[in-house]
């Protein structure tokens, strides 16, 4: 199914999750965290921060496609 990679380990979110609560509103890792999202090891911040990128540049008018998980992997590493 799309959009279920799992982005936060800690608290089991996923893109979908992610997804919704910035359409919900948030604009920034805080706001993530008020929605449970990214608030334990931080393992997943900057993922988490170019998604929130990727949605700001989609919002303008600009196709910026969303992070791919070896992306992200190289992120953490």
């Given amino acids: 199914m799309k959009n279920r990679m ?4 800690c ?4 893109e979908r999750d992610v997804l919704r609560a910035i359409e919900a509103g ?5 706001d993530l965290q008020e929605c449970g999202i990214g608030t334990d090891c931080g393992g997943c911040h900057n993922f988490l921060r170019k998604m ?4 700001e540049s989609v919002s303008a008018g600009a196709f ?7 992306a992200w992997s190289e ?3």
């Fill in 52 to 55: 929130l990128g990727a949605s």
């Fill in 11 to 14: 608290r089991a979110k996923n």
């Fill in 64 to 70: 910026v496609p969303m992070p791919s998980p070896e």
């Fill in 26 to 30: 948030a604009e920034t890792l805080t």
């Fill in 75 to 77: 992120s953490v590493a």
């Fill in 6 to 9: 799992i982005v936060c380990l």
